[in-house]
T-cell receptor, first 114, second 111 residues
C-alpha cells in the first residue's frame, strides 16, 4: 500500500495564478483532510471531508476550495494564489468519519507564491 | 486558538538518554494524540490516549495523561539518533469536531 500520496512535491506560483493539489489514499479510509504547516504555527486545518460528497471548513478555509472526487481522492484548489499561501500543505486520511481519530499523513507539497 | 502547547520547544540530549516532552491543553478532551515528524516528511501517528486512560506504552514510548492538570507527557526511553524529529500533540479543539495541533517539540539526539 502506498498510503497517502500527494502531487506535486514542490510548486512555485506567481501571485494570481491558480493550481490544484492532488491527494489520494489507498487505505479505504472514510475521512480526508487538508492542512497547512507554517513555521512556528503547527498544523492548521483548511478543509476536511467526512465522506464522499461532503466537505466542511476548517480553521483557515479562505482562499481555498476542495473537491472530494471519490472515496480515494481529495483535491485542494487555490483559485488566485497569494504570498500568504506560501506554506507546506499536507493531506491526511482517517478510517473514522469523526476527525478525532488517528490520521495518516502524506509527504506534503511545498508551495511558494512569489 | 491554540489548544495543545508543547514544552520545551526544543530539546537536545545524548544518545541513550531518555527524552521527555510535555503537552498542556486548555479545555476538556475526548482523546490526545502524539505524532512525530521527521525533517521534510509528513506526520506519523505514535499513540492515542483516551480521556479515561492514564498511561499507554508503545515500544520505547510511554504517554501519560493527567486530565486534572490538563497535561500529557511523552517519554522516549533509550533514545537513538533516528528519534531526532519534531513531536506534536493533538487534541480535539474545545468541543469542535477537529484535531488541533500544538507547535511541536524539536528533539535532537546527539551521537
Amino acid at each position: 500500500n502506498a498510503g497517502v500520496t500527494q502531487t506535486p512535491k514542490f510548486q512555485v506560483l506567481k501571485t494570481g495564478q491558480s493550481m490544484t493539489l492532488q491527494c489520494a489514499q489507498d487505505m479505504n479510509h472514510n475521512s480526508m483532510y487538508w492542512y497547512r504547516q507554517d513555521p512556528g504555527m503547527g498544523l492548521r486545518l483548511i478543509y476536511y471531508s467526512a465522506s464522499e460528497g461532503t466537505t466542511d471548513k476548517g480553521e483557515v478555509p479562505n482562499g481555498y476550495n476542495v473537491s472530494r472526487l471519490n472515496k480515494r481522492e481529495f483535491s485542494l484548489r487555490l483559485e488566485s494564489a497569494a504570498p500568504s499561501q506560501t506554506s507546506v500543505y499536507f493531506c491526511a486520511s482517517s478510517l473514522d468519519r469523526s476527525p478525532l481519530g488517528e490520521q495518516y499523513f502524506g509527504p506534503g507539497t511545498r508551495l511558494t507564491v512569489t | 486558538s491554540q489548544q495543545g502547547e508543547e514544552d520545551p520547544q526544543a530539546l537536545s540530549i545524548q544518545e541513550g538518554e531518555n527524552a521527555t516532552m510535555n503537552c498542556s491543553y486548555k479545555t476538556s478532551i475526548n482523546n490526545l494524540q502524539w505524532y512525530r515528524q521527521n525533517s521534510g516528511r509528513g506526520l506519523v501517528h505514535l499513540i492515542l490516549i483516551r480521556s479515561n486512560e492514564r498511561e499507554k506504552h508503545s515500544g520505547r514510548l510511554r504517554v501519560t495523561l493527567d486530565t486534572s492538570k490538563k497535561s500529557s507527557s511523552l517519554l522516549i526511553t533509550a533514545s537513538r539518533a533516528a528519534d531526532t524529529a519534531s513531536y506534536f500533540c493533538a487534541t480535539d479543539g474545545q468541543g469542535a469536531q477537529k484535531l488541533v495541533f500544538g507547535q511541536g517539540t524539536r528533539l535532537t539526539i546527539n551521537p
